[in-house]
């Protein structure tokens, strides 16, 4: 049985197959709020599925369109996961959010594959269109977490509202930066790691060395940062976790 396996953010949409046990490389496209061109052409080469899995955050047009274009090419209805879905697949796993159905499927689906694939206690970060930092106990209770604007997010916040000149955009992960554009990329990624640092700390008083998971596009650009964290266990990248966590619920 083949199963294609979709997670769609508010910034791009992450799919892989999934066949024997086994789940293929995530790709992914942009979709600024409507479906990619080069979607069609990727979901050509695909062989056809027989189930459909999709957890979407992102706006309603994008998931409209993603299941006419499953329904034209394999005359499937893809099958949409809920909160209410992971609740009742995993029991174990409790939300300390007041309204469960308020934490974002992408967040549940990070917390069950995290559960199930790195016991102990946990710090997952997801840093996409919004930085997500959830807490997780060894005995599947989430601790809540924060959510801030995701890197992209702060750097354009700051050149749409200052007089900064964009072309300053660079990639930066310096301490104490030197120019512009550094300050401001190094800035962005600190200010995610200060979070991870205090985090790390707070999990400190149920387990020694918490691991960390990291994920999100922008996962690469934090690695090299998050590493310089000395209280947190392992920092481990894992890029396709919310896919990992839709497979649990096969
Ligand atoms: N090709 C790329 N080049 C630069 N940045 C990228 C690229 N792809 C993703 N990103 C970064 O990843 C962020 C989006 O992460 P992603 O996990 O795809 O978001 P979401 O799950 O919200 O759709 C963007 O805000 C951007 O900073
Ligand atoms: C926080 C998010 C916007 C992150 O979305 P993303 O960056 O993955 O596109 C999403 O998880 C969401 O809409 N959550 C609902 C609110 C909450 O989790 O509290
Ligand atoms: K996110």
């Not at 197959?17 to 086994?22: K, L, S």
Request: net charge negative; charged share 15%; aromatic share 6%.
């Amino acid at each position: 049985m083949m199963r294609l396996i979709i997670d769609i953010g508010n910034t791009t949409i992450k799919w892989a197959a999934h066949r024997d046990g086994e789940l293929t490389p995530m790709n992914s496209a942009r979709h600024f709020g409507a479906l990619p061109l080069d979607i069609y052409a990727a979901w050509e080469q695909l062989p056809r599925p027989d189930h459909i899995m999709i957890a979407s955050v992102a706006a309603e047009t994008v998931l409209i369109a993603i299941d006419n274009l499953c329904y034209t090419y394999w005359q499937l209805v893809p099958e949409r996961i809920s909160a209410a879905r992971v609740m009742q697949a995993a029991p174990a796993l409790k939300t300390a959010y007041t309204d469960p159905h308020q934490l974002g499927i992408d967040r549940w689906l990070v917390l069950l594959a995290a559960q199930r694939h790195y016991p102990g206690t946990v710090l997952i970060i997801d840093a996409g269109t919004a930085m997500t930092f959830d807490g997780l106990l060894a005995n599947g209770q989430h601790l809540g977490g924060l959510i801030l604007p995701g890197i992209e997010l702060m750097r354009q916040s700051l050149f749409h509202n200052t007089q900064l000149p964009p072309e300053l955009r660079v990639d930066s992960s310096i301490n104490w930066a030197t120019d512009t554009g550094s300050a401001i990329a190094s800035g962005c990624l600190h200010a995610a790691m200060a979070i991870a640092a205090q985090l790390c700390q707070q999990l400190q008083q149920y387990d020694a060395a918490p691991q960390l998971l990291l994920t999100g596009g922008d996962a690469e650009r934090l690695l090299p940062v998050f590493n310089q964290l000395n209280n947190a266990g392992q920092v481990r990248h894992v890029p396709a976790l919310v896919l990992e966590g839709l497979v649990e619920l096969i």
